[in-house]
């Protein structure tokens, strides 16, 4: 059972960045497709990016492209999201997510429902 624990939230100002960090226990990250997603106040949640489990491919929602940057280190079972030039929109509680062991190198998620294991997020507040 693969367990993901975020850290790196906070309180920052707008126009600030962050960078978010998802270990992983339990089981190792390489061959899962790694996503990050976001829950805003009353709102669903939303992707953000996801990213190859050979890292050879990154994909962000096209909101965010640009902003968000997915990267990840299998040696070190951890998947990162920089986010720069921060926004009060960007105000939301993130979430990575790990597919199910993959076959093929160039599988990615944009859905939710696509994969098996979640963290239980972490707290970005951006003050205006």
């Known amino acids: 059972q693969v367990q993901l624990v975020e850290s790196g939230g906070g309180l920052v100002q707008s126009g600030g960045s962050l960078r978010l960090s998802c270990a992983a226990s339990?089981?190792?990250?390489?061959?899962?497709?790694m996503g990050w997603f976001r829950q805003a106040p009353g709102k669903e949640r939303e992707f953000v990016a996801t990213i190859t489990w050979s890292g050879g491919r990154t994909v962000s929602a096209d909101s965010m492209k640009g902003r968000f940057i997915i990267s990840r280190d299998n040696a070190k079972n951890t998947v990162y999201l920089q986010i720069n030039s921060l926004k009060p929109e960007d105000t939301a509680v993130y979430y990575c997510?790990?597919?199910?062991?993959?076959?093929?190198?160039?599988?990615?998620?944009?859905?939710?429902?696509?994969?098996?294991?979640w963290g239980q997020g972490t707290q970005v507040t951006v003050s205006s």
């Open positions: 997510a790990a597919s199910s062991i993959q076959s093929g190198v160039s599988h990615y998620y944009t859905k939710g429902d696509e994969y098996d294991y």
């Open positions: 339990g089981g190792t990250l390489s061959n899962r497709v």
